[in-house]
């Protein structure tokens, strides 16, 4: 048995026991696919001593490979395999040091192994007044090797940017079954790294003959939205102009198909001391590009939304949007009266949009608070169908965080007979065509409305949105629907030159579709890119290059 000859060489656990080969079965995605087993590496020799197992392997025909892991909150199927799942919250989750910033513009640097959930580094930042700012939506719960393998962003990428503007270095174990450490090269240090004669040295000469011979194709490809995840970043390695070579931009975002990450070395930006907000409720579509163009004035730090669905779920299970928040049960109740009130007289907005500003002095943020909210106000009169309320304390806001924080867990854990069905979860197109594409992805979704139901809430200072419906996963006609709709709402997003994923990466769900997103040439770059780096196919097969959307809707199951 596989697991057998690993432990004769592993110090870390090895697990083949119902209970942990059923958890690592799913993420929370729509997929579930049973491993053959779990492994949880004890330190980077485990990693070393398994990778040369795995092409041992490989060479001698066998199908074995090898899919990290860290807290396994993927909505694409990212970290799902048959094969051997690498779990690293068990024994990878230090955080190694909070030190001085090394790049100009950050204001402290970390070093984390990827088993390090979020939450705990955020308790030690916090400490410090220092910020991670390229955090998701699943900051409670997910891992830092997660959130560079999928080069997460969330509510203050707007300001801030995503995780790959914060990467700074990568320890990562490759194909060649050895530890690199892989950071931004330029002058004599990439020249000679360009002689080195090593495997690193073969990926580097590869890489950066890639990158000329295909240089304008590759730039050109570059999708032309504020935030993607899907496919290989090419067109972020090669800096000509400041003469940098970067691998790092490579591997953020690429699902563990490149190699296993052993540690991150991220920066850090300090934190603002106060935050406000204005809630803007709208009822019709049309202005809401206009809208946001009228509030980036402000520079805010992050415009988030939900739709009138999200509402009516957050109403119908109050408690629970009460349970997780903080505060008097019955006070809080008091606060949902005017949502309450929306639903019964079916008057709700079409979108509640958040638009927080941030600053170090309190009551001059409190001045830009009520100058944003004239500004809105005076938009209205041009624009029927608007209002806004400047909220005066930070402990109002939390209601309307909470719904948009919770919208998806909310969906998840109270429906029975229904799944939630993240398959078109994340497009991105530019602001300025929101009020176009909105009411088309409602009016291709209204036509299956006998099937699913769905929320959309997201980002929309950046054209980022996710839509999650509520499907019976156990149909098999229903299951059918999924690659039907996700190839009308990926082709609408193609039209208006999008991508289909903005932060979640592609997983089993996208990778069949990269090569309508980015055309033949770019994907056989792609695998290509896949070669260089893993040439026996051994790291996460299946996602980045050799999508089979067959096997994909093979593996949707519901949950349960
Ligand atoms: C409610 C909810 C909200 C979400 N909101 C957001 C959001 O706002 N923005 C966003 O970006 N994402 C979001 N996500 C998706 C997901 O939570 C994030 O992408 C998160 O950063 C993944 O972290 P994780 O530790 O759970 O990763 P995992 O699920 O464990 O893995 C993610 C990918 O990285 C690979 N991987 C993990 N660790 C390693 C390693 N050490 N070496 C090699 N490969 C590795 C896996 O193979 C997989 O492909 C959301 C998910 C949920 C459930």
């Not at 990926?490 to 769900?509: A, C, R, V």
């Amino acid at each position: 048995m596989l697991a057998d000859e690993i432990k004769e060489f592993f110090r870390g656990d090895v697990a083949v026991d119902d209970e942990t080969l059923a958890k690592f079965s799913r993420d929370y995605s729509v997929f579930k696919v049973r491993p053959e087993v779990v492994v949880f590496p004890r330190d980077v020799d485990d990693l070393k001593n398994l990778v040369r197992f795995v092409v041992g392997k490989k060479v001698a025909g066998e199908n074995v490979s090898l899919t990290g892991r860290s807290a396994g909150t993927d909505m694409t199927g990212g970290p799902l395999s048959r094969s051997i799942i690498v779990s690293f919250t068990k024994y990878f989750n230090h955080i190694i040091e909070i030190g001085p910033a090394v790049k100009l513009g950050d204001a402290a640097e970390v070093r984390v192994e990827p088993g390090v959930y979020f939450r705990d580094l955020e308790k030690e930042l916090k400490k410090r007044d220092l910020l991670y700012p390229a955090f998701p939506a699943s900051k409670d719960l997910c891992a830092l090797g997660g959130m560079v393998n999928n080069n997460s962003g969330g509510e203050k990428t707007l300001a801030y940017g995503k995780t790959e503007d914060y990467v700074r270095a990568l320890n990562v174990v490759l194909a060649d079954g050895e530890a690199h450490t892989i950071w931004p090269l330029s002058g004599t240090d990439f020249a000679s790294k360009l002689n080195e004669q090593s495997f690193e040295g073969d990926v580097y000469r590869r890489m950066y003959a890639l990158i000329q011979d295909n240089y304008e194709e590759i730039m050109k490809a570059k999708p032309n939205v504020s935030k993607n995840s899907a496919g290989y970043y090419l067109w972020n390695i090669w800096d000509k102009e400041r003469d940098t070579f970067d691998l790092t931009q490579l591997f953020v975002g690429s699902q563990g198909t490149l190699g296993l990450l052993t540690e991150a070395k991220l920066g850090l930006v300090r934190a603002k001391k106060h935050s406000r907000l204005a809630v803007v409720f709208l009822r019709t579509l049309d202005p809401v590009g206009d809208l946001v163009e009228e509030v980036l004035k402000f520079k805010p730090e992050s415009i988030e939304s939900y739709d009138d669905k999200t509402i009516q779920v957050a109403v119908k299970l109050w408690r629970q949007v009460l349970g997780s928040m903080k505060g008097n049960i019955f006070k809080l109740a008091w606060q949902f009266i005017p949502e309450m009130l929306m639903v019964m007289r079916g008057g709700m907005p079409k979108m509640i949009m958040l638009v927080e500003l941030t600053g170090d002095d309190e009551p001059a943020l409190v001045a830009e608070l009520k100058r944003l909210g004239v500004a809105i106000e005076k938009f209205a009169v041009t624009h029927p169908g608007i209002q806004v309320k400047t909220l005066d304390n930070e402990s109002d806001e939390e209601k309307y965080w909470t719904i948009r924080r919770q919208s998806f867990a909310l969906l998840h854990n109270n429906t029975t007979g229904k799944d939630t069905a993240p398959f078109i979860d994340d497009f991105v197109v530019q602001p300025k065509y929101m009020h176009e594409v909105l009411p088309k992805i409602n009016a291709i979704l209204d036509r299956y409305k006998d099937d699913l139901i769905y929320t959309i809430a997201g980002h929309p200072g950046n054209g980022n949105f996710h839509i999650i419906p509520l499907m019976d996963l156990r149909s098999d006609r229903v299951r059918a629907l999924i690659p039907k709709i996700a190839e009308e709402v990926y082709q609408l997003i193609f039209q208006y030159g999008g991508s289909m994923t903005g932060e979640h990466n592609d997983g089993l769900i996208r990778t069949p579709y990269l090569e309508e997103m980015y055309g033949k040439k770019i994907v056989e770059l792609f695998a290509e890119v896949k070669n260089i780096f893993d040439p026996r196919d051994i790291f996460n097969p299946g996602k980045k290059v050799d999508g089979d959307l067959e096997y994909s809707v093979e593996h949707i199951a519901p949950t349960g």
